[in-house]
Every structure is written in C-alpha cells, then in structure tokens.
C-alpha cells in the first residue's frame, strides 16, 4: 500500500511538473514592468508575471494552450489545483518530521478554526489558500498604497474587540504577494504555509544556523520546495542568535516593509488570544520602467536597510529588487539594526546601541537635556547602572554611549549619566526618575488568559534580579490594557526636550519598535580589541527594529509638560501607564513560584510536549538541541532524581568513572546543591552502598568526617528543594 502510494504520488508530481514547465514557456513570452529580462532572475519573474498589462495580454493564449496540451497528454481530468495541494502539503509534512525551528506547541486555548483563518483577510484583499492561480479569474487591480507614510499596529486578538489591530493575513496579503522575504526567531512553517498561497509565492527565509551542519540539513529539508531559498546569517564567535523580525513583501506595484516584534507563531499573531506584539508597516510605490535607486542616495532609512540585508548575506536580486522601489516616504523614520558579530571602527558606529545614537541624530532629535525612557520588553538582561547609562545616553544620540556630548547643540550644565552625574552616588534615585521598564510580575502572568504555561517567551533569570547591581526601583508591571493578554512587545518611548532657535527649548518625542529587548546581547557591548587595542563593539544577537519621532505642534506647548500621551495616536500605548512599582505591593520576581525560579522563563510555554518523553536520555538530547527547548524540558528532565553509590570503583574503556574528578555520585551531589536545578525535582533518590573507609573512627564510637560530611551535602540538597514530594 505504501509503495503504491509512493508511486502515485512520484506520478502526480512528474505530471504537476510537465504542467508548470508548459506554463513557464508560456509565461516567457509575457512583457513586463518590473526588470528587463535580461537583468530578471528566476525569482523575480515571479513579480513580472504580476503586472496588470502582462496578465491581460497572456491571459487567453495560456488557457487555450493549456487546453491543448491537457488534452494531447491526456491530463484533461486532473484536477491541477488539488495535485499542487497535496504535493505542498507532503512536503510540508516532510518538513515538519525535523522541524526547521522549534516547532508551534499545543496551546492551552483552542485555536481559530481554518474556515476563521482564511475569512479573515482584509475587505478590499481576500485571502486565497487554494492552490494554483486560476488565469481566467485571478485578475490584479491597482489600487492607492493602504500605507505610504507607515503605520505601527498591534496584533490583533482572539476574544477581544477589534481596534487599530492588524491580521496576519492583512498584512502579507495573500492574494497579491509575488515574492515574501521573511526573518523570524521562531517559526511554523505548516501555519505559515495555510496563510500564504505557496503555489505562486516565492520565499527567502532568513533562519538561524550557526554549525555549518545544520545550514546542510535545512537545505536538505527543502531541497524539494522549488518556492523557497534560504538565507543564514553569519554566526560567527559568541553570536548566539538571529532574533531579528523582518518581512519585505513585493508586491506588482509596491513593497511592503514590515517591522514586527512578532515571530512567525499562531501564539505571536493572536490566534491563541493569550499574546500580543506591535508591528510597523510601509508601503513603497514601484520605480518606473528602467528607474532604480542608488545605493549611497537612498534616505538613512534605505541605506541602514541595505546595509542590514547586506550583512544577513542576502541574495542580490533580492537587494537589487529592493532599489526598484521609492524610499522618499521614509526619510521622517530610522531603521536600526545589531548585527551579530565584532565590529571595529565606522562599522561599529553604524550597529547595535551606537547605530541606535546615529539615527536618533540623524533625525535630528538628539538632545544633551535629560530624557524620559519608557522600555516595554519581553526579555531582561543583567541590567546595571553602567548599561542603563549606555542605552540612555544613545537614546540621547551621543555616539559612543559614554557621555560624551555629541557634535553640535548645547551642553546642559547637568548631563543625567555624563560625568557630572550623581548617578554612581545616587543610582537608584535617579533611575527612578528618568527610566523605567515594564515587566510583568509571577502574579500578572498567572492571572493573564492563558496562565504561566503561556508565558514561555517572557524571560528573566532570577539570580540577575537578585543581583545587588540589578536597578530593582525602574522595574514596572506589565499589563496590557486588552485584559488577560501578555506581552512580547519591545517597544522603547522617548521624551525630552532640546535647544532650537536660540535659547529656546522644544519637545521632542520618539519611540522605537522592534525586535531588541533591554539586554547586552540585543544592543551589544563596547570593549578593547586585544590585538588592535581598538574599541570594537560585540553583539550577540541579530535585531533590528525602527524609530518613528512623534509630530508635534509645539505652541503653546512648554518643553517640560509631554507625558505618554504623545505617543497615543502614532505608536499606541498598549499597556497601562504609569504601572505599578514593584515595591509598592506588587510581588516581586524574585518570589516567583519556586518552579520558575532560576530559569529565564516566568512560565515555562507549553511545556505539555515534554511530558509525552519518558526516556530520561531523550529527554537530556532535546535539552542540548535548542536554547528555547532547553528552558521547556529542563523542568522534566529534573522532576525525578536518583543518585547511586558504588562501594567500588568501576571502569569505562579501562579508566575509572569520574577520571579527574570525582565519583559520579559526588559530582552529581555537588552539582544538586550548587546549582539552581533542584527547583525542579519532586522525587529524590538516594541508594547503593557506601564504602566507609574511616572504620577506626566507628570502633571507637565515632562516626566519621566523611558521613558526616555526606549527611551535610545531602541535607543541603535537600533545603533546595521546595517542590520535593517524596524521598
């Protein structure tokens, strides 16, 4: 039955081929007012064949051929459409088999049926998800730019109203999408697939893979998607991760540029109702025939994404796709990117937390006055005065993040962080005053929709909050104001004033959005380089995100009197302000539930797949597989716990266990009290024998050091355990 399967299944494939070879002659012949043809890769043929003259003038000559060879090869009662379903859904189950990231978890809420998730496209662009394009009805028509300045919504929500909340489906516009370059930490590729027609979009997707072997095995694992590229990120040295969210959809007449702090997960879009993110949109009209822009004449937001796409080792038909479209609508924004890696001289003033400085001057809403930061994140760093004082002296636009003043305007007489600053006598005092940062409390995430199992993306270990460096006064609870929502936003909101004509303040505003959370690994590290001596800037991760300064009628307006609401038409405020303060009855995250406690998750997300691994060595490889995986099986891993001794030594290879050490029962004990793994562990176990060699000690009714000293370790293993059961 099986082969049988195979065989027909090997049948219809040649078949779907032979079809889309002959539509391809067809298509050859089709103008086209995207790139001359000489100059168009096969990617970009894709988008050709989607101009309004193209489709009209090949429409019919394709169907009667179509015809033609239907009935020559006898294929005339195939259904087309179907056969390329099918052969997309084996391939994405194929996929899924090895998943290419960590693959979408069972969700405590029911997800949205499919009939839900393909209705709910936007009015004047229907989702379509069946199949190949029909050429006698699939018409395009033009219509204005949905968004030509940008625009910045939130995800929309199961269970909750609707209001300046955007779909997925809105915003990749299935139905007009040619070409989707897509970058994500996590993804889904089988729910990915159901929002995009998949028959006639052609995919890059940016993906993480450090070790050149797994680069092999997601190219092997597509190897049989003719739609999709790949493209990885170089991963070199201490870079750990490619975080950053990025979508460039082209489109016949436009590109739409989409920043969001969400991944490519159901959970992340709403679809759960138990998450929200915020996502940045731009339309960008298409360049006349034969026009394109030049690299070093694009606004700084064209340029910084370019430079972006470059350094990600993006493809250059994509890069030269890009330059066919008109960047004019983005010279009042910033795009602001961390590229993973070391980076010495210009290169690094142009990434992570100096590149943040930059666009901020760039936009001319640098200021040497103190400012107000508001950091809504999803992830905690070891923070501490000295990288506060960085990522607010960048939001200042000075250029290093050191204090220094930047080139032009005027130096207050008190710089908040400068060197005049009582910030190292003062610090918690003055971060009180001037940053703040909104974080959910244990309590907040309990009580939200979807409970602590839903809270998995929401990090911050608990021995940097208990840090006696950690700013505990800035810290705020985060609570969205769509009741019982948690949040994986990463949104930054800037308020202070400058020094325009004269003497004279003015306001000035601007937020940022994006992928980067409040950490180092996000905004990077300044250090020496040990060979140059140089400053080189260090990132550990791949970010990127956008600033968007507010517009202001400043009359009338005094330079000290803008609060959050200044941010409530452009950006949105979609959580509450100003948040409670964590020492003012709010429990702190230090007296998190003892379950969460020492691993950089509030509530360990869907860690129901876990139980369904009884092999504790299973369990152990799927912890080394992933960072994300590792924090959701740790708990299992460590629930129950047995310990044996050996009254003897044994022999591995002809070397004793614990060669160079110690016995594995004594290694295995001191890594029990020293580290924060007995969190977990409800069963504990302790057996085999023990060989007392002190027998001097027992004839003279004394009990040795060495149980005693076992009885002391065992005992302060013991102490650590606060959801231990039985032992």
């Given at each position: 039955m099986g082969v049988d399967q195979d065989v027909?299944?090997?049948?219809n494939l040649k078949l779907a081929i032979a079809l889309s070879l002959e539509q391809s002659q067809s298509n050859a012949a089709r103008p086209t007012n995207f790139i001359p043809a000489s100059q168009t890769s096969p990617l970009e043929q894709e988008v050709k064949s989607s101009s309004p003259q193209s489709r009209t003038n090949s429409t019919d000559a394709a169907v009667a051929r179509s015809h033609d060879f239907r009935e020559a090869s006898g294929l005339s009662q195939l259904d087309r459409k179907a056969m390329e379903k099918?052969?997309?859904?084996?391939?994405?189950?194929?996929?899924?088999?090895?998943?290419?990231?960590?693959?979408?978890?069972?969700?405590n809420s029911e997800r949205p049926n499919k009939t839900r998730r393909l209705n709910c496209g936007h009015p004047s662009s229907p989702v379509k998800n069946n199949g190949l394009p029909d050429t006698q009805s699939d018409t395009y028509t033009s219509a204005p730019l949905q968004y030509p300045a940008g625009i910045v919504k939130r995800t929309w929500a199961l269970g909750h109203?609707?209001?300046?909340d955007i779909k997925i489906e809105e915003v990749l516009q299935s139905d007009s999408v040619r070409i989707a370059v897509l970058s994500a930490f996590q993804w889904d590729t089988e729910w990915l697939l159901d929002k995009i027609n998949a028959s006639r979009t052609k995919f890059v997707l940016v993906m993480q893979a450090k070790e050149e072997a797994q680069r092999q095995e997601y190219l092997r694992e597509t190897q049989n998607w003719p739609h999709v590229?790949?493209?990885?990120?170089?991963?070199?040295?201490?870079?750990?991760?490619?975080?950053?969210?990025?979508?460039l959809l082209f489109h016949a007449e436009y590109l739409r540029v989409v920043v969001p702090s969400a991944n490519l997960v159901p959970y992340d879009w709403g679809e759960t109702g138990v998450m929200e993110n915020s996502v940045f949109l731009i339309d960008l009209p298409r360049l006349s025939d034969n026009q394109r822009m030049v690299r070093g004449e694009l606004t700084p937001f064209g340029e910084e994404l370019m430079y972006f796409v470059d350094a990600m080792g993006m493809q250059e038909d994509v890069k030269e796709g890009l330059l066919k479209f008109d960047f004019e609508k983005t010279k009042h924004l910033g795009f602001v990117h961390t590229i993973g890696g070391a980076h010495l001289g210009e290169k690094g003033k142009r990434t992570g937390f100096p590149g943040l400085g930059r666009v901020v001057r760039s936009l001319g809403v640098q200021t040497e006055d103190p400012i107000h930061i508001d950091f809504a994140a999803s992830s905690i760093g070891s923070l501490n005065d000295g990288f506060l004082r960085t990522i607010y002296n960048a939001a200042k636009g000075q250029e290093d993040g050191s204090g220094a003043p930047s080139s032009g305007g005027k130096r207050s007489k008190?710089?908040?962080?400068?060197?005049?600053?009582?910030i190292k006598s003062q610090p918690a005092e003055e971060m009180k005053d001037y940053f703040r940062v909104y974080f959910p409390t244990d309590e907040t995430v309990h009580r939200s929709t979807g409970g602590p199992n839903n809270g998995g993306t929401i990090c911050l270990q608990s021995k940097w909050y208990d840090a006696a460096t950690f700013p505990r006064e800035i810290m705020r609870d985060y609570q969205s104001k769509r009741r019982g929502l948690l949040s994986h936003n990463k949104i930054m909101y800037v308020r202070g004033q400058q020094y325009g004509e004269g003497d004279a303040k003015r306001p000035i505003a601007w937020a940022y959005m994006g992928s980067a959370n409040l950490s180092e690994s996000a905004w990077g590290k300044k250090v020496t380089d040990r060979a140059t001596k140089q400053a080189k800037l260090t990132a550990r991760n791949w970010e990127c995100g956008v600033v968007?300064?507010?517009p202001m009628d400043t009359s009338g307006v005094s330079a000290g009197a803008l609060d959050m609401n200044v941010f409530k038409d452009i950006i949105g405020l979609p959580f509450e302000i100003p948040g409670q303060d964590y020492e003012q009855g709010v429990d702190k995250l230090h007296n998190f539930s003892p379950r969460t406690r020492g691993v950089p998750l509030i509530g360990m997300q869907n860690t129901q797949h876990s139980g369904f691994i009884d092999d504790v060595a299973d369990l152990a490889?799927?912890?080394?597989?992933?960072r994300v995986l590792h924090y959701m099986t740790i708990p299992r891993l460590y629930e129950n716990v047995t310990l044996r001794s050996y009254d003897s030594i044994r022999y591995v290879d002809g070397r004793p266990e614990g060669f160079g050490s110690g016995s594995p029962f004594a290694m295995a004990l001191n890594g029990l009290v020293?580290?924060?793994?007995?969190?977990?562990?409800?069963?504990?176990?302790?057996?085999?024998d023990w060989k007392e060699a002190d027998v001097q000690n027992l004839a003279k009714g004394r009990i040795p050091d060495s149980s005693l000293l076992l009885n002391v370790a065992v005992r302060a293993a013991i102490d650590k355990m606060p959801m231990l059961e039985s032992f």
């Open positions: 027909s299944a090997v049948r099918e052969r997309l859904a084996r391939i994405a189950a194929r996929t899924r088999q090895r998943s290419i990231s960590p693959p979408e978890l069972t969700r109203a609707r209001s300046n590229r790949l493209c990885f990120p170089p991963m070199l040295g201490q870079v750990s991760c490619m975080h950053s969210k990025l979508m008190s710089d908040f962080f400068g060197k005049t600053s009582t968007i300064p507010m490889r799927v912890t080394r597989t992933s020293t580290r924060s793994v007995t969190d977990y562990i409800k069963h504990f176990r302790l057996w085999g």
